[in-house]
């Protein structure tokens, strides 16, 4: 889809097409609708950005933890969406060995303790293997910075699903 096929939606269907680019909070698209007409994808993806970056840090909380765990139950029992799948699958996490499992059940575990959140990573082009160092690295954070990490890594999410959908 270009631009300005983009441009010209109507609201709703602007909204339809792109209410899970941010995991199941049509909000984020709603706001960003309102910012049209964009000059072009990048311009899109960073409306996307402000849209997040305007809201309260109660509405992004909810953002982040709209957003599965890694390698968790939701991906065990079918239930993520169809982004989210495919980009698991695409890092490997649909294929971990039993000990790989189990050291993301761990991680998952501790994380959500830590931090009252999911990890967010934005696995696109990443290893399982990358993620489970960031994994590790991240844990060491203190909750403001990590915060700030999870929504960086929101925003990356939102310029992935964005360019597989819209043209350059």
């Not at 599965?68 to 169809?82: H, S, V």
Request: without cysteine; glycine residues 4%.
């Amino acid at each position: 889809m270009t631009v300005d096929q983009i441009n010209a939606l109507t609201a709703a269907d602007f909204i339809a097409r792109f209410g899970d680019v941010a995991e199941h909070s049509p909000w984020v698209a709603e706001g960003t609708e309102r910012r049209r007409p964009f000059a072009d994808r990048e311009a899109m993806i960073a409306a996307f950005e402000e849209t997040l970056s305007a809201a309260s840090p109660e509405a992004q909380l909810a953002l982040i933890r709209a957003h599965p765990d890694l390698a968790g139950k939701a991906a065990i029992t079918g239930n993520l969406t169809d982004d989210s799948a495919r980009e698991q699958v695409d890092a490997g996490l649909a294929s971990l060995t039993a000990q790989e499992f189990t050291r993301f059940t761990r991680l998952n575990e501790a994380y959500r303790a830590r931090f009252g959140f999911p990890f967010i990573f934005a696995v696109k082009g990443a290893t399982k293997q990358r993620i489970l160092a960031a994994f590790e690295e991240r844990l060491e954070h203190e909750p403001e910075a990590e915060f700030a990490t999870a929504l960086e890594q929101v925003m990356r999410i939102f310029r992935f699903r964005i360019e597989d959908r819209v043209s350059p």
